[in-house]
Nanobody, 128 residues
Framework: QAQVVESGGGLVQAGSSLRLSCTAS??????????MAWFRQAPGKERAFVAG??????????AEPVQGRFSISRQNAENTGTIFLQMNSLKSEDTAIYYC?????????????????WGQGTQVTVSS
C-alpha cells in the first residue's frame, strides 16, 4: 500500500503564507493512479476537506473557507505523486493539523471515509 508523508507545517503570523508538501509512493488498490487531497482538523472539531486534485493535476476542488487563498498543485513521477498546498493570507481559523490523503479512482471526494491512505499530519499554527 502507498505511503503518505507530509511536510511544511509551522508557526506563522496572520496574513502570511505557508506551503505544505505531501508525497504518496506505492500503489492503492493495485493502482498508481490515485486522487490526493488535504484535510484539516482543528481542536475539538471533525476532520474536514480542504482541497483535492485528481491524478492528472488538471481538476482541483476547494472547500469554501479556503477558496481564493489556498492553491493545490500536483507533480507525478514514476510510482509517486507529490501535491503542494500553497496557503496565502492565513487566518487564525486556519490553525489545525493538516493531513494528506490518497484514494483510488479519479473522483475528488469530500468525506474522509473515501480515502484509503493517510499521512501522520503536520501542524499549522497561525497567530493573530
Amino acid at each position: 500500500q502507498a505511503q503518505v508523508v507530509e511536510s511544511g507545517g509551522g508557526l506563522v503570523q496572520a496574513g502570511s503564507s505557508l506551503r505544505l508538501s505531501c508525497t504518496a509512493s506505492g500503489r492503492i488498490s493495485n493502482s498508481y493512479f490515485y486522487t490526493m487531497a488535504w484535510f484539516r482538523q482543528a481542536p475539538g472539531k471533525e476532520r474536514a476537506f480542504v482541497a483535492g486534485v485528481d491524478y492528472s493535476g488538471r481538476r482541483v476542488e476547494y472547500a469554501e473557507p479556503v477558496q481564493g487563498r489556498f492553491s493545490i498543485s500536483r507533480q507525478n513521477a514514476e510510482n509517486t505523486g507529490t501535491i503542494f498546498l500553497q496557503m496565502n493570507s492565513l487566518k487564525s481559523e486556519d490553525t489545525a493539523i493538516y493531513y494528506c490523503a490518497a484514494k483510488p479512482g479519479l473522483k475528488i471526494e469530500y468525506n474522509t471515509g473515501a480515502y484509503a491512505q493517510w499521512g501522520q499530519g503536520t501542524q499549522v499554527t497561525v497567530s493573530s
